[in-house]
C-alpha cells in the first residue's frame, strides 16, 4: 500500500511540474497579453497555487505514508480523489473537442482519481 502512495507522490510531482511548464508550453507571456490586467493575474495566481497544491500532495505522500494509510485524517487525504474526479469532469464541460491531447489528459486524470481512492478502497 506504500507504493500506492508513493504513486500519488509522484503523480503530483509530474503535475507540478507540468504545471510550471504552463508559461512555456502555452506561451502565456504573449497569449495572457491578450487578458484583461485581473484576468492575466488571476490564471497566473491560480497557476501557482495549483503548483504549491500538488507540491505539498507529493511531499505529504513522501514523507507520511504509514500516517496516510493508519490514521482518518489520512482517509480525508486520500479523498484527494475527488480532486480528479471533478477535475476529469470539467475536461467535459470546458475543453468540449474531440482532440487526442484533450482525451489523453482525461485519461490521466481517470487514473488520478483511481490512483487515489486506492488507499481507501484496499483497506
Do not use: D
Amino acid at each position: 500500500m506504500a507504493t500506492v502512495i508513493f504513486l500519488c507522490g509522484l503523480y503530483s510531482l509530474a503535475f507540478a511540474v507540468f504545471h510550471i511548464g504552463f508559461w512555456k508550453i502555452f506561451k502565456w507571456n504573449g497569449e495572457l497579453r491578450k487578458l484583461s490586467f485581473a484576468n492575466k493575474g488571476i490564471m497566473q495566481i491560480l497557476n501557482v497555487q495549483i503548483i504549491y497544491y500538488f507540491l505539498f500532495v507529493a511531499f505529504v505522500c513522501f514523507y507520511f505514508p504509514t500516517e496516510l494509510l493508519a490514521s482518518k485524517p489520512g482517509n480525508i487525504f486520500a479523498s484527494s480523489s475527488l480532486f480528479w474526479f471533478i477535475r476529469t469532469i470539467q475536461q467535459f464541460v470546458f475543453l468540449r473537442t474531440n482532440h487526442y491531447k484533450v482525451h489523453i489528459l482525461t485519461i490521466i486524470f481517470v487514473i488520478g482519481t483511481i490512483l487515489f481512492m486506492l488507499p481507501i478502497l484496499m483497506k
